[in-house]
Structure formats: C-alpha cells, structure tokens
Nanobody
Framework: QVQLVESGGGLVQAGDSLRLSCAAS????????MGWFRQAPGKEREFVAA????????YYLDSVKGRFTISRDNAKNTVYLQMNSLKPEDTAVYYC????????????????????WGQGTQVTVSS
C-alpha cells in the first residue's frame, strides 16, 4: 500500500520560510518523479514544483522560481519543498505526488500524470 505523508505546514508571516516534507512508503521511491501541487480556497489545484527520479531535473511554477526549492533524499524516501520569502498568495493546501518515471518538464506539471497523492498540509501566510 502506497502512502505519501506530508508535514511541515503552518501559519507564518509574509517573508518567512517553511520546509515541507513528504515521506513515502510502499513504492520504489527512486523510480518516481516527485511533485508538489497546491490548492487555494476556491481555486483549482496547481503545479508548484517537481524533481525527477534521478534528482537531476527540476521544474517550477514561474511564480515560485527563486523562492522555492525541491529536493529529495532517496535513502529516506522523502521529498522536501523549501519555501522562502513566502507571500500571502502562497496560502494553500500543499500536496505531494508521485509519478512513475515522469521524464520531461512538459509532463511533470500535469497532475494526471501522477499516480499517488498525499492528504495535504495547510500553509497559511499572513500579510
């Protein structure tokens, strides 16, 4: 049984930082591209960042480039999202997702290409 469990969300002020973690189990983690998506109230889920299974290729939403960094530790079956300079518009529920060997940037950002999803963690940024 595959499980993805996010942690690290919370309430912070604009300009602060948070690091989200997503611990995976029940899958061969090193074979999966890992992604982060978010959904704000009243909005559709949107892609935030992804890192391919080899850990060499990353892809980011334009509005988070230079502020967010995705990384992974295959020994711990964990993917991280370091979020710096947070803005109120970053407020959302953040979800991690796993997709088997998603290779290119064009498909990394498409939620339907991911096979497994976590339950989400709330990030709230106050102004």
């Amino acid at each position: 049984q595959v499980q993805l469990v996010e942690s690290g969300g919370g309430l912070v002020q604009a300009g602060d930082s948070l690091r989200l973690s997503c611990a995976a189990s029940g899958l061969t983690f090193s074979s999966y591209t890992m992604g982060w998506f978010r959904q704000a109230p009243g909005k559709e889920r949107e892609f935030v960042a992804a890192l391919n299974w080899g850990g060499l290729n990353t892809y980011y939403l334009d509005s988070v480039k230079g502020r967010f960094t995705i990384s992974r530790d295959n020994a711990k079956n964990t993917v991280y999202l370091q979020m710096n300079s947070l803005k109120p518009e970053d407020t959302a529920v953040y979800y991690c997702a796993a997709g088997f060997r998603i290779a290119t940037a064009q498909v990394m950002g498409v939620s339907s290409n991911y096979h497994y999803w976590g339950q989400g963690t709330q990030v709230t940024v106050s102004s």
